[in-house]
């Protein structure tokens, strides 16, 4: 289960920024993911942030490797707007030094090498324990998240 506790607004823009008419089809980047161990300060540095160079230590597991996320989608129903994805898959996840706290995804924009070109989207709660073999973060069929526009 996820359990979202932030979602930037500075993200938000930048996911529209890269979606387009179809689902999945991105224009100018893609969503990625990465999870943050006990060292980082992005819950704390989240509203000051408008990229990843701007978290304070953004402590990224020293054994991740950032992955794409897969099979994105916006759906638009009334006045609910909902983000959903399949499930996202860290290849190979060991335990760090630290352990693991948070999953943080990210818009990164086309052309992007450097984190001051990869925005925050949202940073959940991640209780997880590696153990060397892939795992997955399930997301529910309701989406990673929704929002109300009414």
Sequence with gaps: MVSVNRISPEGLKALASVLVAGNGDFEDGTLKATILDTTTTADTDWDTSANLSAIGTLGELSTVSRVTVPSVSVDVSGTQVQLKCGDITFPSLSAGTNSPEHLLIFVDKDGATTDTDRVPLLLADATLEPDGTDYSIVIPG????????A
């Design 142 to 149: 309701t989406g990673i998240f929704d929002i109300d526009t």
